[in-house]
């Protein structure tokens, strides 16, 4: 017995000091060889506090010392592990006792040629079996049994059954754990030379040449529907500028709901299912909204027929007071919808929403593109075609010339390709609209939404429209007159094409801040695109984010620079609609056919 004690002593020391080594290599003073032909026996030793205390520490050092190693040795290594019968469990240890045990395997099996020995992976780390340097093989019969039952009620040691192929039995444990609570599992992992997958070039290629394609392919989609629903009429312009506020107010929308958000306190009510206000009240604000723009616009350019039809005479004279109360009714619904515990989020998605709908809705599409397209076809083709002109040359010369950062929200912004844009834009600007501004189908107010391109359309220009003639000063006009062979001294030119300069030069250098803006609110949200609308594209307001600002800007400069204020027949009715008793209305008429009488027109 006293033999056994001193051999249980001896191995609780050695195992001891194995928690100082680094990297989970054994060195050869480590290594116990167990080799008796008595049974095999072990002792649970009771170490004192004070020594548990240490060990714990120093396995919390050799701990971090093995990360520090890993984190720098670690390079997307990872090892095969062979097909091995399962590892079987042996005896049991203490919180401080970390066996190490190598055993030879019979001599039929080491008389075979041994192949290289295996790796074992150690908390992640690649490590060497060490042998003692005259570790003879053991007899078989020397070799203590373990049935399975007895493995079974042993765990915290690992080993791997000898096989043909591996001839060293190796039980590496794992380091007791920082909180020195339970058994320390140990982990044996017999690797091979690993594989690693390159990724295939050709796969790359492939995938790109594929999103480049879907790109171009709905690229000329979009430009094709475009131009289709230009010549289709108004109406058509009208309805596609709705579709697209409704599917940008759907996606900026969306990056803001009640769904994954927390209570605020643990009283929180319940939110019963679905949110009302996300999909609901907020929606509800969407329409109104649409509702009093939309009404407004209608209002003003078709008067003579609003206020001539006794059906939308009460809707066109109370429009203001009906959007009003629409609102209102929202807003009292907002208050009712309120949840404890969610307040904080529900005012902030009640702001999100109002401020959503005054950049989409109101400056984006209703209350200023929809004005342009009904001040004529022209004040909304051209100041579109002016921004995507400006996103596609500021590409091809980014390309080509691009070599310094523009701007940190967007990386692939270059210097030159912003300044070559702006040139080509402003080239580009004057060509277009130059020619477009020939038909009356472009530059007329509308006056009846039924019309379209292949209608006969006639109107008094505006006079910016109109063709004028500059005279060259003489002596230039001799040289030029002499250069060309021919008398030239006047030069056409047509005051619009100096707000095309304008406008291409907004186009240019504000517009791309709109797509700037866009670019640091998705990273802002951590997130690609705003939907995925439009295959190849994104989201709609990835493809809308620079028009908001041109809309805007090209209403304000029309509606301050261009456009004329004289009386309309509709401006006269809507006074006498609004401003004229009956009886006031019905002297009006008879005071109109004793005018005309005079002037020689029959009036019946």
């Not at 033999?3 to 191995?11: L, T």
């Not at 020397?142 to 765990?155: F, G, N, T, V």
């Not at 996606?251 to 605020?264: D, G, W």
């Amino acid at each position: 017995m006293s033999r056994v004690a001193e051999r249980s002593v001896v191995a609780s020391k050695t195992t001891f000091d194995a928690l100082t080594v680094d990297s989970g290599e054994e060195s050869e003073e480590d290594a116990v060889v167990v080799s008796s032909s008595e049974t095999f026996t072990q002792q649970e030793l009771k170490p004192s506090k004070s020594a548990i205390k240490r060990a714990q520490k120093l396995a919390r050092t050799e701990k971090r010392s093995q990360q520090k190693a890993l984190a720098k040795t670690q390079r997307g290594h990872t090892p095969e592990v062979t097909n091995s019968p399962p590892p079987v469990t042996s005896s049991n240890f203490s919180e401080d006792a970390h066996c190490v045990k190598l055993a030879e395997s019979s001599s039929k099996v080491s008389s075979v040629a041994t192949p290289p020995v295996a790796e074992l992976l150690v908390n992640g780390t690649s490590v060497e079996p060490v042998l003692p340097a005259a570790a003879a093989p053991a007899p078989p019969d020397l070799i203590p049994p373990s049935s399975a039952s007895e493995e079974q009620s042993q765990p915290g040691l690992v080993s791997l059954t000898p096989s043909p192929t591996i001839d060293k039995e190796i039980l590496v444990p794992e380091p007791i754990d920082k909180h020195g609570k339970g058994q320390a599992e140990s982990l044996v992992e017999v690797s091979s030379p690993p594989t690693q997958v390159v990724p295939s070039q050709d796969t790359e290629k492939a995938k790109k040449r594929q999103s480049f394609i879907t790109r171009t392919l709905w690229t000329f989609i979009m430009i094709g529907g475009f131009i289709g629903l230009l010549l289709l009429g108004h109406a058509y312009m009208i309805l596609l500028v709705m579709l697209c506020q409704t599917l940008v107010y759907r996606e900026v929308t969306a990056l803001f709901s009640l769904k994954s958000t927390k209570p605020e306190s643990y009283d929180a009510e319940a939110m019963g299912g679905k949110d009302p206000w996300s999909k609901t009240l907020n929606w509800y604000f969407f329409a109104v909204t649409n509702y009093f723009l939309y009404g407004e616009s209608i209002i003003y350019y078709f008067k003579h027929v609003v206020f001539a039809d006794a059906q939308l005479l009460p809707f066109a004279t109370n429009h203001r007071m009906i959007s009003f109360v629409l609102y209102t009714i929202g807003f009292m619904g907002f208050v009712m919808s309120l949840k404890k515990g969610y307040l904080k989020q529900q005012f902030g998605l009640f702001c999100w929403v109002h401020m959503s709908l005054l950049l989409i809705v109101v400056s984006r599409d209703s209350h200023f593109i929809v004005n342009n397209i009904l001040e004529g076809m022209i004040w909304f083709w051209v100041p579109a075609s002016l921004v995507i002109c400006n996103d596609v040359f500021a590409y091809i010369w980014g390309i080509t010339l691009g070599r310094t950062p523009l701007i940190k929200l967007s990386p692939k912004k270059t210097v030159e390709g912003f300044v070559g844009a702006v040139w080509s834009t402003l080239i580009f600007g004057v060509v277009w609209g130059t020619y477009f501004m020939r038909f009356d189908y472009m530059i007329c107010p509308v006056h009846d939404l039924g019309i379209s391109a292949w209608s006969h359309t006639q109107c008094t220009p505006n006079p910016v429209f109109v063709w004028k003639e500059w005279e060259i000063w003489k002596p230039v006009a001799v040289f030029l007159s002499t250069l060309f062979g021919r008398s030239i001294s006047t030069i056409p030119y047509a005051s619009y094409q100096f707000h095309l300069l304008l406008l291409a030069f907004f186009a240019s250098l504000v517009a791309p801040f709109g797509g700037f803006f866009a670019s640091g609110f998705k990273r802002a949200f951590n997130i690609k695109d705003f939907g995925h609308s439009i295959p190849g594209h994104g989201g709609m307001t990835d493809r809308m984010d620079c028009q908001f600002l041109m809309g805007v800007f090209t209403y304000v400069y029309y509606s301050s620079l261009v456009r004329q204020h004289h009386v309309t027949v509709g401006g006269v009715l809507q006074t006498i609609v609004s401003g004229l008793t009956l009886q006031q209305q019905l002297e009006l008429i008879a005071d109109m056919k004793r005018y005309l009488g005079t002037q020689g027109i029959k009036v019946p």
